[in-house]
């Protein structure tokens, strides 16, 4: 059974720093692309950033671009998501997802929650 | 960026009646478009793949089609565990969502 559990998140003051880890297990993880998504209390999904199988293509979404870096390590079976200079609007549950063999977002971890506040 | 419009934003149906959910993509997408179901507190789950391909363990009461820019979500019957919000998302590039729409018992 896959298994993805986030953490890492907390209470934190904008302009800090914060790293999440996600622990994956029940698959073979070196095999596929991971992404985090994000969702503000009570909003959508957000899209934030996504990791080849080898790291070899690394996307962010413009709102954490150049803030935000992903990074995965293949021996541990994690991913990991450094955040710096974060803002209010960062505040969200962030979750760690594996991608389907179609492309999707086949699962979900429950998500580790990030509050940055002044 | 590829935009994903979702309408309409909440969708009141009778428990039993069909549910017809509609995405948009603001360039073609071919057939890359995923629906997610996410219920209070929990995560999403992944319910059609390709347009039109159920995921594991999904009921055929939920189907998918569409390509290009326009998609749509169809459940048939809904059942009380349907009531939730959906989400569109294109992975022809890296994702996007759409908005989600709520569908809420009428």
């Known amino acids: 059974e896959v298994q993805l559990v986030e953490s890492g998140g907390g209470l934190v003051q904008p302009g800090r720093s914060l790293r999440l880890s996600c622990a994956a297990s029940?698959?073979?993880?070196?095999?596929?692309?991971m992404h985090w998504v994000r969702q503000a209390p009570g909003k959508g999904l957000e899209w934030v950033s996504g990791?080849?199988?080898?790291?070899?293509?690394?996307g962010y979404a413009d709102s954490v671009k150049g803030r935000f870096t992903i990074s995965r390590d293949n021996a541990k079976n994690s991913l990991y998501l450094q955040m710096s200079s974060l803002r209010v609007e960062d505040t969200a549950l962030y979750y760690c997802?594996?991608?389907?063999?179609?492309?999707?977002?086949?699962?979900w971890g429950q998500g580790t929650l990030v509050t940055v506040f002044s | 960026e590829i935009v994903m419009t979702q309408s309409p934003a909440t969708l009141s149906v009778s428990p039993g009646e069909r549910a017809t959910l509609s995405c948009r993509a603001s360039?073609?997408?071919?057939?890359?478009l995923a629906w997610y179901q996410q219920k209070p507190g929990q995560a999403p789950r992944l319910l059609i793949y390709?347009?039109?391909t159920r995921a594991t363990d999904i009921p055929a009461t939920f189907s998918g089609s569409g390509s290009g820019t326009e998609f749509t979500l169809t459940i048939s019957s809904l059942q009380s565990e349907d009531f939730a919000v959906y989400y569109c998302?294109?992975?022809?590039?890296?994702?996007?969502f759409g908005q989600g729409t709520k569908l809420e018992i009428k």
């Open positions: 360039q073609s997408v071919s057939n890359n």
């Open positions: 990791i080849t199988w080898n790291s070899g293509s690394i």
């Open positions: 029940g698959f073979t993880f070196d095999d596929y692309a």
């Open positions: 998302q294109q992975y022809i590039k890296w994702p996007s």
């Open positions: 390709g347009a039109s």
């Open positions: 997802a594996k991608d389907h063999p179609s492309g999707a977002l086949g699962n």
